[in-house]
């Protein structure tokens, strides 16, 4: 589809102003809900947003998963997790449709408008935009099933950037909370994004999971994310962005970063060109240094205490 500003007449007859969105392969960025709360942070994430709007069309997905604990928490309601998913009864399932769809893509969508960007608040729901299926076991949690593209450049064509919060329905119509992570990695397989960027507060993979200090494993394929899984060698949090990681590639997507905000220019250039300090996900065979072969914790059993209904995992919603 012609992204190029198309010419609409109103009513009374004057041609309606419209905004440009620069033609070319879009891009798509997901938000962790802890990054939105850092004034500093936020700064960057909209900066990067204006300067990529500039040369090509972007979507932009949020969460807010701290942002629900809270407020789970002041109504009674204990969060619980099981591999970086939030465990979600109907209850809960109000909760996360009411912080992410309303206070937290509001705030965000507010603050890009305020900079100049024509971003219009939606989530999965608004449109038909996402259709998803219940993951069995986890309640009112789903995945994403179909992705209308269609209406996503529709969007774009106008020279919107759509901001997607990561609630969805399934066929029945029932809400269902979706990993922000899952639902970016389903959106830019679906628009043919060329690049998708999942930002996080550790800035990427680990080499030691429990140590934040540790370096970071710079690139990453595809064959080794379900071995590191296995071996514990990624954060509970850490799970969902690689296997979305893994499934965007999968879909087509060209290259996938898990990375910290950085400045402007940093996330800017990191989704025009795919580059940037992080962990990029590739397909293809194993990256390991060829000397050693083996993945290594800095204890074989430090990863043990993981598992259902653990401590809430700041990464992912």
Known sequence: MNLAARRRVNPSGHAAARPV?????????????????????????????????????????HGGGAQVSRVAEKLGLKPTFRQGLRVTDEPMAEVAEMVLSGQVNKALVATLVQEGVPAI???????????????????????????????????????????????????RGQTLNINADHLAAAVAGAIGARHLLLLS????????????????????????????????ALTRGMIPKVRAAKRALEQGVERVGILAPGSAAELSG?????????????????????????????????????GPGTAPAKEGV
């Open 201 to 232: 507060s550790s800035g990427g993979v680990r080499r030691d999971p429990d140590n934040r200090r540790s370096s970071l494993v710079r690139m990453l394929s595809t064959l080794e994310v379900e071995a590191r899984i296995a071996l514990g």
């Open 121 to 171: 608040g939606l989530s999965g729901k608004d449109l038909g935009l996402v259709e998803a299926v219940a993951v069995p076991g986890l309640g009112r949690v789903g995945v994403p099933l179909r992705v209308r593209a269609e209406r996503l450049w529709e969007l774009l064509a106008l020279g919107y950037t759509p901001v997607l919060a990561s609630i969805a329905a399934d066929a």
């Open 21 to 61: 969105v620069a033609p070319g392969a879009p891009c798509v960025l997901k938000i962790g809900g802890d990054l939105l709360e850092d004034s500093r942070k936020r700064r960057a994430l909209v900066g990067g947003v204006v300067r990529t709007r500039a040369h090509l069309p972007l979507v932009v997905i």
């Open 270 to 306: 990191a989704l025009r060109h795919g580059k940037g300090k992080g962990t990029w996900i590739v397909r293809g065979p194993e990256t390991l240094p060829r000397k050693s072969k083996t993945l290594r914790l800095s204890s074989p059993t430090r990863r043990k205490r993981g």
